[in-house]
């Protein structure tokens, strides 16, 4: 079965993207199941149930997130009722929503788990995301052995330790939130695919998916500064991930790199 993870989509020129390309990723790689971290889809900030939906409807199966989650209301009651879209298993506990999902691909029927937890170096203060990976992991895997892991972290150290940790009890584990691709993707020796992260989908004339010239601003005056999204040619970043469905374990991976005119 192969899997595809789709890194965190920026802003309106992001989702836009993915709704162009995805159909026809698919088709091409024959992918079976896909999951990306929409966190920032919505003005660059956050999800709101249209642009959930926008991306469900385009071909996405399970949408993670990460910290900013919340920064629009409506999106409280979406995530309460929704099992496709996750946010993050350690959070703490009472908060709206789920942290990690079993569902079916849409052709082949095979269940596939996702689990969502945030990193802490550099990061708010979150519950331990080793031990809540661990037992959603648990949990996940007494309905299927095909297991992907989204860890939005800032620490690269992080990411790589909780690949470590989990292999050969997951398939994949994919970093996101620095909207950075990495070029480190292997399999480990228990047989997880890691990449530490999957990058971004989103404008790529700009810092991480914001207009330059603001970041920029930002670093040398230090003052507040309003970050909009920026505009022009997009790129789309993920990876590929074939997996044995009945093991669970990972055969071969790819990173993906698309790019599109304005």
């Not at 992260?197 to 989103?202: K, N, S, T």
Request: net charge neutral; with cysteine; hydrophobic share 45%.
């Amino acid at each position: 079965m192969r899997l595809l993870f789709l890194g965190d989509i920026v802003g309106r020129p992001g989702r836009r993207a993915v709704v162009g390309l995805l159909p026809r990723l698919v088709a091409r790689e024959q992918v079976g199941f896909v999951v990306a971290n929409c966190e920032n889809a919505s003005g660059g900030k956050g999800i709101d149930p249209d642009a959930a939906e926008e991306l469900r409807d385009a071909g996405v199966d399970v949408l993670t997130s990460g910290n900013h989650v919340w920064q629009h209301q409506a999106i409280v009651d979406y995530i309460r009722d929704s099992t496709r879209l996750l946010r993050p298993a350690n959070f703490p506990p009472g908060v709206p929503g789920q942290g990690w999902a079993v569902h079916a691909a849409r052709r082949s029927g095979e269940r596939v788990g996702v689990v969502n937890v945030i990193g802490r170096v550099f990061m708010g203060p979150a519950d331990c995301p080793f031990r809540a990976a661990e037992e959603a992991v648990e949990l996940a895997r007494r309905e299927t052995p095909i297991v992907l892991v989204d860890v939005h972290a800032e620490a690269t150290s992080e990411k790589v330790g909780m690949a470590r940790f989990l292999d050969g009890r997951v398939s994949v584990v994919v970093g996101s939130h620095t909207h950075v691709q990495t070029a480190d993707e292997r399999i480990l020796p228990g047989g997880t695919a890691a990449l530490t992260d999957a990058g971004m989908c989103g404008p790529e004339d700009s810092v991480l998916g914001v207009k330059a010239e603001q970041v920029i601003r930002r670093f040398i005056t230090q003052m507040p500064t309003r970050f909009d999204v920026a505009a022009g040619p997009t790129i789309v970043q993920g990876l590929l991930v074939d997996v044995d469905a009945t093991s669970g374990r990972a055969t071969a991976l790819r990173r993906v790199q698309e790019r599109i005119a304005a």
